[in-house]
Structure formats: structure tokens, C-alpha cells
């Protein structure tokens, strides 16, 4: 620690991964005063043309507003999302039925990942006492030290030493990895059979949404299931859920089966993705996986703790990966305030309280994965439905 001049040392801390949970944690680090160094292993996205990745857009809900709103963003990304206020399901014979989220309309927002990882990324650096450091990738990290290691585009090993490090780098974490070579830590992981793929779908010819706004498409089919979160530029995002040998299956009878699957199972969705963009897309494309992670403890000593996805991936069917990875930020700050920063009692405390709870909403995350597809088709479900998230 340095002093920084006071008589309170300063502490300095590095976060790795400037995803959408490393992001905000940064800010969350600044406004307690620390020394922040941000290391992403991609280039600044704020500067790329495209970004490749994960969803296009995202369901904020409750938990994630909440913690937005401790760093002053809830605005600014509300101002910016859709609001959806149903479920609204497309029978496979063509037939649309709603089904609220709450009676008194409250919503879930559809966001864009893209914007508000960058809204994060140029509000950490707003705060003069963080430091975002692009491209720089971890390979090694000397947990017991504090120490890190990283590597650059053009060859250079740049490393550090830290008094806290916390890991926010995604599903596939390194620092998790690092974490398990010094820590008993247990943990699990389990790939779903089921792929997703996502599916431009455009705005009307007459330039507005093609499919009404303000509700979350979902085509449940069993087996199969596609949904579609409406963007702010007219378009829709559809996603496609199925078995990875689905997907093999409909590749190898090239673009024509395609068509023929979607007029089996989605037909009303032809005319609204349209047909070109539907055979182009789908054969361009392949299925992605979906991992459901658990583990415990978060944490390492006084010296290092992961978050969000890297501690408790979960597959997307209760929309809460991220909301629940925001959720991180304000416990963990609170635990932080009342132990007034003291690492070795807040670490712990945090594992403990928070591991149990991103398990269980892997849990749910994984039952809807179920309920979506399936059971909303299910008229003791329809009159039984009483709440969820997406
Ligand atoms: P990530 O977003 O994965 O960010 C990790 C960052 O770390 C990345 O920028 C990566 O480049 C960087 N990184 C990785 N390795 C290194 C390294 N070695 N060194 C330095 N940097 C590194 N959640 C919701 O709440 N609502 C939804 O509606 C929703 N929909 C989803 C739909 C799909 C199809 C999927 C797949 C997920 C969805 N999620 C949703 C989950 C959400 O995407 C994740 O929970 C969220 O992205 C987790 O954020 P994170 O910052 O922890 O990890």
C-alpha cells in the first residue's frame, strides 16, 4: 500500500476483465478511493467496428438497476432500453397469447451489451484514480504476492504487484484457474446439450419494429425455443436455442433445410427474419455453448476474489448472469464497508454469503431453461404462472 501523501495508505488494486461486471466494479473500487488498474485482454471496444462475442442485447432487470445506480448510470442506460412488460408466446399454428410480468407493469428492459460495457468502461475512467489498461491479457498470477503477469500484442510481458486482486474475467476465467492452484476450491461446471445461435431480425418495410416492442418473443417448441429482445434501432435480436445435433442436423441438409425447419417449427417467423437473411445467417453460422458455473470460496487470503461469470456462470434462461454478476459490485461493497476494507474478514464473508446465492440462481437459471421452452406451453403452467424474470 502507498500512503498517497495521507496518513491512510492508499490501496491498490487491479481487476482483471473489463467486461460488464469488471467495468463496473472499477467504479465501485474508485468511489472507495482506491488506486485502480483495469486490464482487459481485448482492444478498447469503445475504438472497434465491431464487437464479436456474446448477446447483442441483454434483460436488465431490478438487481442490475439497482447496482447501476450506486455508480449514477441507471438513467442514462434506462433512458436507453425497451421496456418488456410480457412474454409474448407464438404458437406453433400462429396464435399470440401475453403473459404479463408483474400486474402492476413493471418491466424487464431490453439492453444493448455493446453500450453499456462502453458507458461502464468511459465512466470507470472518469475517476482520476483508475487506470484502463487495453489488450493486456493475464497469463500467470502469483495470488500469495499480489503479483500478475500479462501479455501484449506487440510481444511485451508487462506484470505488477497488487494489495488485492479481483478476478471479473468471464466464464472461462484465468484468475478462477489461478485461484484453484493455491485454494482448495470446489467446483463444478456443466455444459447444457442445448446451442444458441442469434438471428438479425429486421425492421418492417415501412421502418418500424417488425413485431410489437414491448414484450419478450418467445417460440417454445419443446425441444427448441427461440425468443427475440427488441433494439432501440427497430430491429430484434432473436436467439435460437437447440441440441447441438439439431443444429448439425439442419447444416447438412444446407440452406433449403433451413427453410423447411423454420416452416415446421417457426413459420410466422419467416416472413418477419426474412428469407435471404435466415439462409445466410444460419449456414454462416454455428451453434454456441452455454456453461452453467459453481464454486467455492470466491476468495484467496486477503489477496484476491473473482466475480460475476467467472465465479458463477449461468445459462441465459433467467436472464440473470449479468444482473446477478452487478449484484457482486453492491454486496461485496457493503461487506467492504462494514469491515472498513479490512480484506481478511471481508473476502470470507463474502464468499460465504454470496456463493450460496449465485448457486441457487444458477439453479433457477437452469430450471427455466426447462420451463421456457416447455412448460409454457403447459395450460396447468398458464394458470399456475405466477412470476419470473424472462
Ligand atoms: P464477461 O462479460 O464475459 O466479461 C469478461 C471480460 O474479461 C471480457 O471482456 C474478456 O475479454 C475479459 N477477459 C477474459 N479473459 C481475460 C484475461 N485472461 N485477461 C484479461 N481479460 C480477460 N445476463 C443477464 O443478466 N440478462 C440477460 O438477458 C442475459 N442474456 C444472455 C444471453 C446469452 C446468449 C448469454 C450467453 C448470456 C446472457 N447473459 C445475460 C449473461 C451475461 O452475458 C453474463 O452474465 C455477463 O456477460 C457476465 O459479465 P462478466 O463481466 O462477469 O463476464
Redesign the pocket.
Known sequence: MDSGGGDTPVVKAAV?????????QACFLAKRGFQVDL????ED?RKMEVVK???I?????I??RAALRHVGLEEEITSKGIPMRARRIHGRDGTLTNQPYDKDGQA?L?VD?RNL?ETLLTKAETFPNVKLHFS????RADLDKGELA?STPNGDAVSDTYDIVFG????????RRQLMRVNRINFSQEYIPHG?M?LFIPPAKDGSFGMLPNYLHIWPRDEFMMIG?PNQDKTFTG?LFMPFDEFDRVHAKGEEGVIAFFQEHFPDAINIIGEENLRKTFMSSSG?P?VSVKCYPYHHKDKAVI?????H????F?????????EDCVVLDEILDKHNNNFKTALPEFSKIRSPDAQAMCDLAMYNYIEMRHLVNSKLFLMNKKLDN?
Open positions: 482483471v476483465g473489463g467486461g460488464l461486471v469488471g467495468a463496473l486490464y482487459e485482454g481485448r471496444i462475442g456474446r448477446s442485447n441483454l434483460a436488465l432487470s438487481r442490475g424487464i431490453s451489451r460495457n493486456h491479457k493475464l497469463t500479462f471479473t474475467d468471464g466464464a472461462y476465467s484465468t484468475m444458441y442469434e429482445l436467439t454456441l452455454m466475480m460475476g461469470d467467472a465465479a456462470a449461468m445459462v441465459p433467467y436472464g440473470q448472469g449479468m444482473n446477478c454478476g452487478f424472462f
